[in-house]
């Protein structure tokens, strides 16, 4: 039986085309793309979700994103395929890599950062790269397929709560953080590193897990007075703060921290290498705090979607940020798996 993949399609610079004047409009279809890719023995089928530029698409869109990757799983595929603008990619995908749990195939997630319908787009190229793995790879996870490089010799395959874009115009927009990517994708191969992944099985069908998007993320800066992050917490559910270098929180602002009392997610402003309280010993004082959540190496982005899933579970929001889901915790290597 030829294998099948179902390519979901909801917006972003792929699915846009320059118009005379220079500015695109998101009047492209990707489907227009499935000719060209040369990619032979696979069954290729383009659905459109919903059509959005990624600087709309927020929590809402991501349950729908996950309800529709849900259903399409019954039909059993061999990997399904969610094309994304580029902008807040790193969002969603950290959103279904939490929501989906075990999703028994790869989803895998890419988009352009030309214009899709317009001539030399990174955008099929990168498809090409993303139908190779929702067809071929032996893993299954939520994860993210872009350039490797600017010359596009190949697709870097990265975890998707690790990918951040990094550069806002770049072809290899996208790096992974803090942990090895999952392999590279060069023409019709896929070159595996030795990071631990989930493999193939059987896919779970479940009820697509709750959000609550009422968190917000503060980044601690020099002038940021302790009555203006008290404004910032005000009526949040929980918070992210994006503490200076290894995670410190200036001192006056520590004990409006305490006053908050709700879970309050400690991650570093840094893009590389974590939080790391507890190297010196002011951080004793940060850590003394009941409702300060280290997180160590995961990126900020992704420790606020995944504090937005955890309120929602309705258990120890502690004990479900400092377990590793899916990969998002503990650098290369050290992932264990939880359903």
Request: charged share 20%.
């Amino acid at each position: 039986m030829t294998p099948a993949v179902l390519v979901l399609t909801t917006g972003g610079t792929i699915g846009h085309s320059s118009r005379r004047g220079g500015a695109a409009a998101l009047d492209f279809d990707p489907a227009e793309l499935a000719m060209q890719l040369g990619i032979s023995g696979v069954d290729i089928t383009f659905e459109k979700v919903f059509q959005k530029g990624s600087m709309d698409i927020g929590p809402d869109d991501w349950l729908i994103l996950a309800s529709s990757i849900s259903e399409a799983q019954a039909r059993r595929p061999q990997g399904i395929v969610v094309l994304h603008g580029t902008d807040t990619l790193q969002y969603t995908a950290s959103a279904l890599s939490f929501m989906l749990g075990d999703c028994g195939v790869p989803i895998v997630m890419t988009g352009s950062m030309i214009p899709g319908g317009d001539a030399g787009t990174d955008a099929l190229s990168n498809l090409r790269d993303a139908v190779t793995v929702a067809a071929r790879a032996d893993f299954a996870e939520v994860c993210v397929v872009f350039s490797a490089d600017a010359k596009r010799s190949g697709g870097l395959i990265i975890r998707g709560c690790r990918a951040r874009k990094v550069h806002s115009t770049a072809i290899n927009a996208f790096a992974s953080i803090n942990c090895t990517p999952i392999g590279e994708v060069l023409g019709d191969r896929i070159i595996r590193t030795d990071l631990a992944v989930q493999p193939r099985g059987i896919v779970r069908q479940r009820a697509v897990a709750a959000l609550d998007p009422n968190v917000v993320m503060v980044k601690i800066t020099p002038n940021l007075s302790p009555q203006t992050l008290a404004r910032f917490l005000l009526g949040a559910s929980a918070a992210v703060l994006e503490g200076t270098g290894v995670g410190n929180i200036r001192t006056d602002l520590q004990p409006v921290i305490a006053q908050f009392t709700k879970p309050v997610v400690v991650s570093t402003q840094a893009l590389y290498g974590g939080e790391q309280l507890g190297r010196y010993e002011v951080d004793q004082r940060i850590l003394s705090l009941p409702n300060v959540i280290p997180v160590g190496d995961m990126p900020s982005e992704t420790a606020l979607v995944k504090l937005m899933w955890a309120l929602a579970q309705g258990g120890d929001v502690r004990a479900l940020m400092r377990t590793n889901i899916a990969g998002e915790l503990g650098g290369a290597g050290e992932v264990r798996w939880v359903s």
